[in-house]
């Protein structure tokens, strides 16, 4: 082989040589970019900081969770004592009714006398202006005035129907009060179920974001402490 066959095939080779190194960078994976400790740090204080947000978004809406809760206690505790005089409300009744059913029949049992015509006719009148009086179709005064011109005029009854009166408003009046309460228990009950909800959340994500922020540092001091040793070997 003559200098130019020579020459020849050490430029091929080289070129060979030099395929193959490109190849070998070009198959070589490119290298991570060094992280920058100011960026690093950066982004440790902004975690930081949102951590430390959410910490008192929690801690406020932990505090609401415990007035909402102890704003439903309260109303249980008016709803029950609004039952208790719900039920009171209902065995006074009963018994102003009692009474007066009482009287009713006496009543009765007295115009059930043998009378004369005349006083038959005024006993029927007389139980028909109590009749309409319960209706509230007259008033007390008429009814009282009634019972004077018929002469079946009873204070004793009179007193024992309005004492039934009163008592069934206020029975009426002890129902609506329960009824308001119990409303007003189970939107309190909601209210602090909704917030303790709310509260156990933000507490998660708190420490969620705490311990992220703690790892962000703890990167920082690790890529610290390895320049720091870097410098010191060079």
């Known amino acids: ?53 959410a910490e008192a978004e929690a801690a406020r809406a932990a505090a609401a969770a415990v007035e909402a809760r102890a704003a439903a206690l309260t109303a249980e505790q008016t709803r029950d004592a609004a039952w208790t005089a719900q039920e009171a409300a209902e065995l006074a009744y009963d018994r102003a009714l009692r009474a007066a059913v009482a009287g009713r029949d006496a009543d009765r049992r007295r115009a059930a006398e043998p009378a004369g015509r005349a006083v038959e006719r005024e006993r029927a009148v007389s139980r028909a202006a109590l009749s309409a009086y319960r209706r509230g179709d007259i008033s007390v005064r008429e009814l009282q005035e009634v019972f004077r011109r018929t002469g079946d005029w009873d204070p004793a009854q009179q007193e024992r129907e309005r004492a039934a009166d009163r008592c069934r408003i206020d029975r009426a009046t002890a129902r609506r009060e329960y009824d308001r309460a119990a409303a007003a228990a189970r939107r309190a009950d909601q209210a602090a179920r909704v917030a303790e909800v709310a509260a156990q959340a933000l507490v998660d994500e708190a420490a969620s974001s705490a311990a992220e922020a703690e790892e962000a540092l703890l990167a920082v001091r690790q890529l610290t402490a390895r320049r720091r040793t870097f410098r010191r070997s060079s």
């Not at 060979?16 to 992280?35: E, H, I, K, N």
């Open 1 to 53: 082989m003559d200098a130019t066959g020579i020459w020849v095939l050490l430029v091929a080779g080289g070129f060979v040589v030099l395929a193959f190194l490109g190849l070998a960078v070009l198959g070589r994976p490119p290298r991570p970019p060094r992280p920058d400790p100011t960026r690093l740090a950066a982004e440790a204080d902004e975690l930081g900081a949102h951590a430390a947000a």
